[in-house]
Every structure is written in C-alpha cells, then in structure tokens.
T-cell receptor
C-alpha cells in the first residue's frame, strides 16, 4: 500500500495568515493527489484534485502544488471558516486509494 | 442539487449483518460509479470499496481489510447504492460515507481508475457494533 504522511499533524494560525500543509507519498504518485477539508461533524469536501486543480466553488485562496512524492496545500489569508482538518488522498493505486492521517488547523 | 443521502446505520451486534443504503438525486446515477468510505471515531478516512457503472460491468472493488465481508451493489432503477456488512466486528464502528468518485478531466461516463477523486459526499450514517 502507498503510505501518505502529512505534516504537521496539527497547526495553530491566525486569521489572515498564510499556511502550508505538506503531504508525502511513500512512492512516486505523479500528480494523482487530492485534498479535502473536513469540519467537525461534517463530511469532507474536495478542495483540490490532480495536485493543483481547484474544485469548482472552492475559494481561490486555496492552492495545491507538487508532483512525485511531495505535495503542498497552501491557504493564503486564512478565514475563520478555514479552521478544520485537512486530508490528502492518493489515487495512483486506484481503485484502492489511501489518505493521509490528517492535519488539524486550529485558531491561535 | 446533487445529493447523496445515507441510511440504515445504527446499533449492530457482532457477527450479525447490516445493510446501508445511499439514495442519490440531482445527477445521472446510471452513468456514475459509487463508492463507500468510513471514518472510525476520532480517526481518519478509510476507503471501503466502489462499484462501477453498468457500462463498465458494474464491477466492484474492495479494500483488503473488508474483502469477503462487505458487498456493494446498486439499483439503477431507484438510484440507490448499497453496502452490506456481514459478520459485524467492533472495529466496523464508524461513520460510513457514500461518495461519488469522479475522474478528472472526463465528461460523461468514465471508467473509475487512476486519478479519481470524490466530488460528492453524503452526510454519513453511523454504525456502532456492540454486544
């Protein structure tokens, strides 16, 4: 199985900050990497697919980059509604996909 | 609105069976694959399995951790996907999400394979396995 490791596991930031979350794959996965946001008590929602494509309706302050084994989700100018848990997910080994362990973004 | 609504969760006893349903609306269910994921309390996301559309044989795929105990099926006429869980185990306790897998840059009926992501999620249904 392809292992996905996110760092950090948790992060404290303030409204207006720029933050980045890194996701590393245990083997090369090309650009088959997706990012999701999950708020407490809710289902996840896709933010970014294919490493850098913004899902429709997602604010442009979210961006994704990377290829191979290292990927980054960047949130420019944090808003109050962005405090949530973020997951990366690889689909290189589809249909059997795997997720990172999650990064909890908290208000400082 | 594109929507997925899960139902059928609840309490289950170890060794018994449970069937979850996922009712879809707002999109062409017949052309879409469907997938199930789960999230144990306080844990991350785990892919459970998927079923492809009829155009691709309605084939199913499962995670190794559930293969042989879980069965995914679909009723095209009612736009419902199902997840049957047999021989319930305490470790099956989780929120179960029905999701629509989507192939990037593909329009229409697409074979779910490398690169897919989940673009529509249900709110989830909770399964608690306890004696």
């Amino acid at each position: 199985d392809i292992q996905m490791t996110q760092s950090p596991s948790s992060l404290s930031a303030s409204v207006g900050d720029r933050v980045s979350i890194v996701c590393r794959a245990s083997q090369t996965i090309g650009t088959h990497l997706n990012w999701y946001q999950q708020k407490p008590g809710e289902a996840p929602e896709v933010l970014i697919y294919a490493a850098s494509s913004l899902q429709g309706g997602v604010p442009s302050r979210f961006s994704g980059s990377g290829s191979g084994t290292e990927f980054t989700l960047t949130i420019r100018s944090l808003q109050p509604e962005d405090f949530a848990t973020y997951y990366c997910q690889q689909s290189y080994s589809a249909p059997r996909i795997t997720f990172g362990q999650g990064t909890r973004l908290e208000i400082k | 609105d594109v929507q997925l609504v899960e139902s059928g969760g609840g309490l289950g006893q170890p060794g018994r069976s449970l069937t979850l349903s996922c009712t879809s609306s707002g999109f062409n269910f017949r052309d879409s694959g469907m997938s199930w994921l789960r999230q144990a309390p306080g844990k991350g996301l785990e892919w459970v399995g998927l079923i492809r559309s009829s155009a691709f044989g309605g084939t199913t795929e499962y995670a190794a951790s559930v293969k042989g105990r879980f069965t995914i099926s679909r009723d095209r006429s009612r736009s419902i996907a199902y997840l049957q869980i047999h021989s319930l185990k305490t470790e099956d306790t989780a929120v179960y999400y029905c999701v629509r897998p989507r192939m990037p840059f593909c329009v229409g009926e697409c074979y779910i394979s490398t690169g897919y992501y989940m673009d529509v999620w249900g709110k989830g249904t909770t399964v608690i396995v306890t004696s």
